[in-house]
């Protein structure tokens, strides 16, 4: 049983393998021609020896049919050869080889054994020989079809040795014998190879597999690797590869150029604090959308991390058409997002630069989109700002600072002036606030907003405000016990609880009761971070300090902060009081904030007097702490005693006041 199917499965075509089906129908391809020569060559040979002795149709018309059979096969294979079938395709056409060459096989033999009986003994030997060779070589061309191999083998062996043996001659009796025992061996031969062949198919299949495996997993990482995996834009190492892939280009060909442009959230920082960081993913994943949604041929986005995004024009495009661009993405940016149930308002903004007019290295050009961004940031923000040699003048004095604040000596040149807060009730001054100031040889002196804003970005600012902060104590130390100092700090002074510890270090170190210093922090610095802001200010405060928030209104003037963080005082921007006196809107400002102080039991400090009317209004509103040029300007430390002797022993009489 096991044998037969064996013999089955031998003389079958392996459907389940479609690996195999297909590799034996290319390796019986490649034989086909040098089957049919072989074919062709031997019938010939044999049918011109037995020309004069056998019947015409045996040794003319016979072969000619046979040969012309063989030459409709080649002919019918030279048109099919490029020809790829389908699995379902290749199985039939497989059984349908072997059905023919079985045929063939019969035909041929048989024609063979009927030409046998006519002409000498020589001619006789010929057909033997005919009849060997032919099936050696055909055998050994059909190898990869093991089926048509053992097929065609069998039917001529058998059919071969019957006849001889039939003869009763013993010679021929003896080849019939040899011609079977060779036909086995052969088939044996025919069996290996096709088992060898088999498996250097399977072999390679697998190998095919392994590798197609790999190529999809690295296909796969490489998607993921330059994929930002919230919003499905490009990332920004996608981002920079095509930046410089577009430099190599215009700097290469000559070409035109093209337009990077650097886009940022307003306004996403806060939303991020007020609903949590899912909702700002989700903000996120819509901007991701909205960008998509603008992008066109030649247009492409980018996230580059946090809330910046990338865009590339791939072409150079006209100042106004990049206006025009930009403010389409600035306009969808500001379209209200649905959060949470809430409706959050954001804008954006973005810095444009041109390739190679603005840099020629793509580090360059990315660096003056930047700075467009960075002033579309400080003065136009929802606006698309172009790179002008304004903002590289900009950029020149920025990085001119940067290195002199490298090098200075900070201990000598950095040094402090104080401003009083005074307090119109009680007609005393209560407290100095210490504004650092920087004279540079070269430079001169350098507003502390100028220097103080570099300083941050550099993170030079924690030299800065721990050398200030000594000075500043120091003098502190040496006024009456009643006055406090107020001292600024950057965001990044409270970005870790390390550093917010090395300020109270500082302060305990200086012998300045920690009461009798106040800490001002602005909005926007404490919108940066809000949980570490939170946790540095509560750090601070119980370590005995005060904490003030500087410049209120200026930033987002969200309420929720004077709720969330532990502030004892508020300090009212001084861009309100400008016209404080004349505008109703401001003076409604001022009224409601210095009425929510009273109401939460803050201090509130009005800072920017400057004219007695101002002073006027702000005090019936109700206003107790002030500040502004109106009563002092900032004096160097020098200058302390004096006034102090003056407006602390006398005070300071506000008009309208009795
Ligand atoms: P600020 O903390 O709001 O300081 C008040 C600023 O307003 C000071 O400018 C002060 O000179 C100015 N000022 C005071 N009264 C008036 C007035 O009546 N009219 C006008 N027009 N201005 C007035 P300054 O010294 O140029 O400082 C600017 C800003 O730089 C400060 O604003 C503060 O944010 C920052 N800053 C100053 N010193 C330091 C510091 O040591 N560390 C840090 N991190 N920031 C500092
Ligand atoms: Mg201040
Ligand atoms: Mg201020």
Redesign the pocket.
């Known amino acids: 049983m096991v044998r037969l199917a064996r013999l089955r499965e031998a003389l079958s075509v392996a459907e389940g393998d479609p690996e195999l089906v297909r590799s034996q129908l290319q390796a019986f391809g490649r034989q086909i021609p040098l089957l049919y020569f072989i074919l062709l060559v031997n019938t010939m040979a044999v049918a011109i020896t037995h020309v004069n002795c056998a019947p015409a149709w045996l040794s003319i018309y016979a072969p000619i049919a046979l040969c012309a059979l063989c030459v409709i096969r080649c002919v019918r294979w030279w048109r099919a050869r490029h020809r790829v079938l389908t699995h379902d395709k290749a199985v039939p056409e497989l059984r349908k080889l072997i059905w023919l060459s079985g045929i063939f096989g019969i035909a041929f033999s048989t024609w063979s054994l009927l030409l046998f009986p006519y002409g000498t003994a020589y001619q006789q030997a010929h057909v033997a020989f005919y009849i060997a060779t032919t099936v050696l070589g055909g055998v050994f061309c059909l190898m990869h079809l093991r089926a048509a191999a053992l097929l065609v083998l069998s039917i001529v062996i058998l059919s071969f040795a019957t006849f001889m043996v039939f003869t009763g001659s013993p010679v021929f009796i003896a080849m019939a014998i040899d011609m079977t025992l060779v036909g086995i061996a052969l088939a044996f031969i025919v069996e290996l190879y096709y088992q060898t062949f088999t498996g250097v198919v399977h072999a390679q299949s697998e190998l095919l597999a392994s590798q197609q495996k790999t190529q999809r997993l690295s296909d796969d990482n490489f998607r993921l690797a330059s994929i930002d995996s919230l919003t499905d834009l490009p990332n920004r190492r996608s981002f920079f590869a095509s930046l410089r892939a577009l430099s190599e280009q215009a700097l290469g060909s000559g070409g035109s150029g093209f337009n990077v442009g650097l886009i940022d959230l307003d306004g996403f920082k806060q939303v991020n604090d007020i609903y949590g960081h899912a909702s700002g993913d989700l903000v996120l994943q819509e901007v991701g959308v909205r960008l998509l949604a603008l992008a066109e041929p030649g247009i492409f986005f980018a996230r580059l991390g946090g809330d910046e995004f990338g865009v590339l024009a791939q072409h150079k495009q006209s100042n106004e058409t990049l206006v025009e661009l930009g403010q389409r993405i600035c306009d969808t940016l500001s379209q209200p997002y649905r959060v949470a149930g809430n409706v959050a308002e954001l804008s954006g903004t973005i810095g444009w630069a041109a390739f190679p007019e603005a840099g020629t290295t793509v580090a360059q050009v990315f660096e003056r989109a930047d700075a467009a961004l960075y002033v579309g940031k400080e003065s136009r923000r929802g606006t698309p700002v172009i790179f002008s040699t304004e903002h590289e003048t900009r950029i020149r004095r920025s990085s001119l600072v940067t290195q002199e604040l490298r090098h200075a000596d900070l201990d000598s040149e950095l040094f402090l002036e104080f401003?009083p807060i005074y307090d119109v009730i009680s007609q005393r001054t209560i407290g100095l606030?210490?504004?650092?100031r920087w004279h540079n040889a070269r430079l001169g002196a350098v507003?502390?907003?100028e220097f103080?804003r570099i300083a941050e970005r550099t993170e030079l600012?924690l030299r800065i405000?721990e050398v200030?902060l000594h000075k500043a104590l120091d003098e502190a130390a040496r006024w009456p016990a009643e006055l406090y100092l107020s001292f600024?700090?950057?965001a990044i002074d409270i970005c870790t609880s390390a550093r917010a510890r090395r300020l109270i270090d500082i302060v305990q170190a200086s012998g300045v009761p920690p009461h009798r210093v106040s800490f001002?922090i602005?909005e926007t610095a404490v919108t940066r971070d809000f949980e570490q802001a939170r946790a540095s200010l509560t750090m601070i405060k119980k370590a005995g300090c005060r904490v003030s928030l500087?410049?209120f209104g200026t930033g987002y003037s969200s309420l929720s902060y004077v709720h969330r963080l532990p502030f004892d005082t508020i300090k009212i921007d001084?861009s309100f009081m400008t016209d404080v006196d004349t505008n109703s809107a401001s003076k409604k400002i001022v009224k409601s904030v210095l009425d929510l102080c009273r109401n939460l039991g803050l201090e509130c400090v009005v800072?920017?007097?400057?004219t007695s009317s101002q002073a006027a209004v702000v005090t019936a509103l109700g206003a107790r702490a002030v500040?502004?040029?109106?009563f002092s300007r900032?004096m160097r430390a020098s200058a302390i005693a004096a006034y102090l002797q003056t407006a602390l022993g006398q005070g300071y009489a506000v008009e309208g006041q009795t």
């Open positions: 401003q606030e210490a504004l650092g507003k502390p907003e103080i600012i405000t200030l600024n700090l950057s001002e602005t500087d410049d001084r800072e920017g007097l400057e500040q502004g040029y109106l900032p």
